[in-house]
């Protein structure tokens, strides 16, 4: 199985900072994208941003701007830098990898969440 270890999270002021990392471990041969949803009570869970293995990007127009997503396709992590916080940012934040096993069998993992809260 694949195991996702999501940090970052935490408590900011609006216009604040915060990096979100996403680490992917198990029997993986290679991992073809990551990325970082979100979900905030009383909403459905929704993309932020996402990476392919080439490098292309996909960001939510609310963000666009103003979060980053990378990767290191050597540790196997994602990160996302988020800048000029706003309150409606705040929600907790899965991590999303989708590669393929030593197997070939492909997989769609999903991490824990981490909690980001914007104050206002």
């Known amino acids: 199985q694949v195991q996702l270890v999501e940090s970052g999270g935490g408590l900011v002021q609006a216009g604040g900072s915060l990096r979100l990392s996403c680490a992917a471990s198990?029997?993986?041969?290679?991992?073809?994208?990551m990325g970082w949803y979100r979900q905030s009570p009383g909403k459905q869970r929704e993309l932020v941003a996402f990476?392919?293995?080439?490098?292309?990007?996909n960001y939510a127009d609310s963000v666009k701007g103003r979060f980053t997503i990378s990767r290191d396709n050597a540790k196997n992590t994602v990160y996302l830098q988020m800048n000029s916080l706003r309150h409606e940012d705040t929600a907790v934040y899965y991590c999303n990898v989708r590669g393929q096993y030593r197997t070939l069998t492909r997989f769609d993992s999903w991490g824990q969440g981490t909690q980001v809260t914007v104050s206002s």
């Open positions: 990476i392919t293995s080439g490098g292309a990007t």
């Open positions: 198990g029997s993986i041969r290679s991992i073809n994208g």
